[in-house]
């Protein structure tokens, strides 16, 4: 059973390009988060996805970060418009349902690079 | 509001050395899960403990032990016989058991084992 997938490992972008990233949760897990972590800082939440329903975007950026979970296929983290604060290494995690206490298992991270 | 501090920003001993990580939480919920992640070098999340707050017996895991303390609102993490493996920045979280779930994480402390 394959764990989290997230591609691609390692992204660079220019200013005012677009960023997509992707995460591939474990077999069988249904819910979807996304966090961003900041150069030497903490991973901070951004937004928690079930299948084809965002449940909470509370720490998403209000402009140019998007997020989606299709019924069919990876998540998708899209930035629009990067600037250099957008550099960070993001985080993918996923967990199987809604029964409490299922664990989050964490994919190995994107870092983007905005130049 | 949910909040966890890792005052210890570096912490830096010799080999064999014990050395405790600490990590205070705040939180409202009256049930939560408590956890710690290791982030080598290389960048990945590891996952170490998940505690209940129902729970607080200690646990100790080889030269891992911790430490929980509700009265203090503490889950306090102590490397036995350290080790340069062990060099790697720990970063405390806390979750409610119910709800979105989302992880709340401390800002990590640094923590280089030097031979």
């Known amino acids: 059973n394959a764990g989290v997938m997230q591609n691609p490992r390692h992204l660079v972008r220019r200013r005012g390009q677009e960023a997509r990233l992707r995460c591939s949760p474990m077999?069988?897990?249904?819910?979807v988060y996304w966090y961003r972590q900041l150069p030497e800082e903490g991973l901070k939440f951004m937004v928690y996805?079930?299948?084809?329903?965002?449940?909470?975007e509370s720490g998403m950026p209000k402009e140019r970060f998007s997020a989606e979970f299709p019924k069919e296929g990876p998540s998708i983290l899209r930035i629009q418009q990067v600037v250099r604060g957008d550099s960070a290494a993001y985080f993918c995690?996923?967990?199987?349902?809604?029964?409490?206490?299922?664990?989050?298992?964490f994919g190995p991270g994107t870092r983007l690079t905005v130049l | 509001a949910q909040k966890v501090t890792q005052a210890q920003t570096e912490i830096s001993v010799v080999e064999k050395e014990d050395v405790t990580l600490d990590c205070v939480y705040e939180?409202?919920?009256?049930?939560?899960?408590l956890f710690w992640y290791k982030q080598p070098p290389s960048g990945e999340l590891v996952f170490l403990i998940r505690?209940?707050?129902?729970?607080?017996q200690n646990e100790i895991s080889g030269r891992y032990s911790w430490n929980f303390q509700k009265s203090t609102s503490s889950f306090n993490f102590t490397i036995t016989a350290s080790q340069v493996v062990d060099s790697a920045v720990y970063f405390c979280?806390?979750?409610?058991?119910?709800?979105?779930?989302?992880?709340?994480f401390g800002q990590g402390t640094r923590l280089t084992i030097n031979p």
């Open positions: 995690a996923s967990r199987r349902g809604a029964v409490e206490g299922n664990e989050q298992f």
């Open positions: 077999k069988g897990h249904s819910h």
């Open positions: 996805l079930q299948k084809e329903n965002i449940i909470d």
């Open positions: 939180t409202r919920d009256t049930t939560y899960y």
């Open positions: 505690r209940n707050s129902f729970d607080e």
């Open positions: 979280a806390l979750t409610a058991i119910q709800g979105a779930q989302k992880l709340v």
